[in-house]
DNA sequence: ACGAGATAATCTGCCGCACAGACTATATTG
DNA sequence: CAATATAGTCTGTGCGGCAGATTATCTCGT
C-alpha cells in the first residue's frame, strides 16, 4: 500500500507466475508501477507518495484530527507527528487546536498547499491514465469501478462504529 | 515486491476520499487487505508474506539464482541472502550450485518447501476468495483478467515526466 | 465535584528492511 | 594472462513501523 512502496528495483520483469496467488501478485505490480510514478511526479514534497496522500486527505475531507488521517491512511500516529511537523515547516498545513475538544489538533491545509495539490492531482491523473494506457477506455472505467467496489466492501468486522468516529468531531448529542 | 506496503494498522477504515486518485487509493486499500490476511495465513513461515512470495516464486519457477529471485520480487539481494538462510535453515529450500556458473546458487524447494506452499497456497486461495466476496463471481473473473492484463502491460518508459518535477516545490530547506 | 479510565498527541527506544559499499569467488573478454 | 564483470556475502547507515511511557484533556460513574 501503500504503502510500503518502498521497493525500487531497476530490472523489473513482468513475470506472472504460474501461482493461484494471480490477485495478490497482480495488485503489488499495478501498486509498484503505480507508485514508482507517483514518487516521480511528487519528489518534491517532504515525503513522498505518502506526503501526496496525505495532503489529499487533509484537503478533500472536512478539516480531520492527526488520528483520523493516520487511521484512514493506514500510517502509525507517531509517524504522522513527524510528518505533519515537516508539512507546517514547509507551509502546506496548519495545525490548530480543536474549540471543541482540546486534545485534538484540526490539520487543515494553507492556501499553499491546496494550491501545490491541485497540481499534484493533475500530475497524477495523468501518471494513473498512462498506467493503464494498455486498457481501453471502457475497460478502465470497469476496472476502477471494480476496484473501488472491492475496496470499500472490505470490512474490517471489527469496529465498525470507528468508521463514522473518523469523520468530523462530534456534535454529540447534548 | 508489494511493497510499498509494509504498513500494518488495525483500524482500517474503508473511506474513500473525493480525491482523483480513485486507483492508487483503491489499490493500496486492496493490497493492504491481501497483506493482512496472507500474513494471518501465513505466520508460520519465516518472513510472512514475502516468505510466501518468494516460496512460491521458488517452488512455481525453474530453479531460479537469488538474483533472478530478487528482481522479480522486487527484494534487495542483501535482503534476499539472509531470506534464503532461514529458508534454508528451516529446511524448506536447498542452495546448490549451478554446474554451469559457479558463482550462482539454484535455490530448488525441499519435498517439505512444497508441501508446505502447496497448504499455503490452498489457504491464500480461500483468504482472496473471502477478500473479493463482495462481488459476484463474474465479477471477479473480470477483475482478475484486467489486474492481470494491466499488471503485464506495465511498460517502464523511464523518461518522459522528469521535466515537470520542478514547479511546484515548497520551500523544502531541511 | 471528584477520581478512574479513555483518548489525542508527543517522545523514546528497538527492530526490520532498503540501500550503498567492500570483499571473495568465478566467469568472460581482450 | 590481465582486466573487467557478475553472483553472493558481509558491514554499516538511515528511514520507517511499532510498542511503551508521558502529558494534557475528555468522559463517565459515583
Redesign the pocket.
Known sequence: M???V????PAGLPAPPASPSTLGWSLGVLLREWSDRVEKVSRDLP??V?GYQVLAAVVHDAPP??????ARL????????????KFVECGLVE?RQ?P????????VPTGHGRGVLADLDAAVARAEDELLSGLAPEERRVLLALLEHAASGTAPDEDRCAAV?GTIG?P?HA
Open positions: 501503500v504503502e510500503g518502498t521497493t525500487r528495483d515525503h513522498g505518502r484530527t492527526q488520528a483520523s488521517l493516520a493506514g500510517i502509525d500516529r507517531t509517524v504522522m507527528t513527524y510528518l505533519l511537523d495545525r480543536d471543541v475538544d482540546r486534545r485534538a489538533r484540526r490539520i468516529a462530534p454529540r
